[in-house]
């Protein structure tokens, strides 16, 4: 069980020096666009004016930069859905037909630059099951269903499984998923205590709880998970073929993505990894959002993108997104929090569903990467001409920040002027 930073067992502290903290970056993926007409932030800082789908990052205005008016050229003219999601992280042209190609995705690249130093090099998240076949466009469905490539011609497979995502954290197996992580470390935690600062303590003690209250929420979630696994067998047909909620992921939505976005945050925190990503939904989403009063799917929900309903699947979205950050930033780590330090990133491969329009891409980004990035800003690149509003020249300039140098990413060969 790793452990946050403590004051107290760091070499810095003794010396006077100062400690320079892992940097770490994670994606928040929305399918099938927003809702265009509450879209919007003007100015910068404490000034700074969200619209009505960003309310939730209020809070964090300080800490965020809203993005306007980026765009992935490879993924125009290619026909709708899979063609403008599988090269969002990669910046690749896609074929088409059975054999997949993209690229390495940013975060990909950024895991194996910095992957080799922590127990994960990533961890790849979804709330959704993946789909297969082929789309109408004769474009692979694993396009729709994937954002994080480990090489051209392979996605990174999506962990839905709140308490699988938690055993690779902690290494859990076997006879060991019956004893508490904490009954496991209560001795050694107890010795550690006796030799920290009472700050530290209090720092210890509020991870502690953290994770046994992330524990217990995963325990009733293996328990379906197991039940799901035998109905499979009795129904001989794979659980990922299953409906929800028989297929063992939770019913309700908004428990899933907090559970994942709180495995996201420890691990964050402990360094187990510094490279995450989280589909909330997919592209061609087949998820519903009855505590949202919405009676369509996701997807077709997105074909009315400018509604209310919408609206407010939007914005449950910004608030999850708004939920892990927060969380980082309520983690001390040094003078500043672990959000200090990161750079989270939420994005979708649509600006317009209803039309499918992915000219411009929503795009939020929060953290400082350590101080190399600076926050609290509104960037608008709308009327910047095309050459200068590739995002794939921002996944370079994020880059550059862990030590990635490259010349060209994608379709882009220069860095994003102002971020």
């Known amino acids: 069980m790793a452990l946050p930073f403590l004051e107290s067992l760091s070499a810095t502290a003794a010396t006077g020096g100062n400690a320079v903290f892992p940097k770490r970056f994670g994606v928040v993926f929305l399918g099938c666009g927003v809702n265009e007409d509450h879209w919007s932030s003007e100015g910068n800082g404490a000034e700074m004016k969200l619209g009505k789908s960003l309310e939730p990052l209020e809070p964090l205005k300080g800490k965020i930069n809203v993005v306007h008016g980026l765009f992935n050229k490879g993924a125009m003219g290619l026909g709708i859905h899979p063609p403008q999601t599988g090269s969002l992280l990669t910046g690749a042209h896609l074929e088409k037909g059975a054999v997949l190609h993209s690229g390495i995705s940013v975060d990909q690249m950024i895991a194996n630059r910095v992957g080799q130093d922590t127990l994960q090099s990533s961890m790849v998240l979804a709330c959704e099951q993946p789909i297969t076949g082929f789309h109408e466009s004769n474009f692979s469905l694993a396009y729709s269903s994937h ?21 690779m954290l902690f290494e859990n197996r076997g006879s060991l998923l019956n004893i508490s992580i904490l009954d ?15 700050e530290d303590n209090a720092k210890l003690d509020e991870y502690m709880t953290s994770v046994r209250e992330v524990e217990k929420r995963v325990e009733g979630m293996r328990k379906a998970q197991d039940k799901a696994s035998e109905q499979a067998k009795g129904q001989s047909k794979p659980v990922w073929a299953m409906e929800r909620p028989a297929n063992g992921l939770p019913e309700d939505l908004r428990e899933h993505t907090k559970l994942m976005c709180d495995l996201i945050a420890i691990a964050f925190q402990t360094d187990k990894t510094r490279v995450a990503s989280l589909i909330i939904s997919r592209d061609l989403s087949s998820m519903y959002y009855p505590f949202l009063e919405v009676k369509e799917g996701h997807h077709t929900a997105s074909h009315s993108n400018n509604n209310d309903a919408y609206e407010r699947i939007t914005r449950f979205h910004v608030s999850q997104y708004a939920y892990l950050a927060s969380k980082l930033d309520a983690m001390p780590e040094g003078d500043g929090t672990v959000l200090d330090n990161s750079c989270l990133m939420f994005l979708s491969n649509l600006w317009v569903g209803r039309t499918h329009n992915n000219s411009r891409l929503p795009l939020v980004l929060a953290g400082g990467l350590g101080g190399s990035l600076k926050t609290g800003r509104t960037l608008d690149y709308v009327k910047a001409g095309d050459d200068n509003r590739k995002v794939c020249s921002l996944y370079l300039s994020l880059m550059d920040r862990f030590g990635i140098k490259l010349d060209r990413f994608g379709d882009a060969e220069s860095r994003l002027v102002g971020i």
């Open 147 to 167: 954002i994080s490539w480990q090489s051209p011609d392979s996605p990174v497979p999506n962990e839905c499984y709140p308490a699988l995502a938690f055993d």
């Open 184 to 198: 496991r470390v209560k001795e050694r935690a107890d010795r550690l205590g006796r030799r920290i600062s009472s």
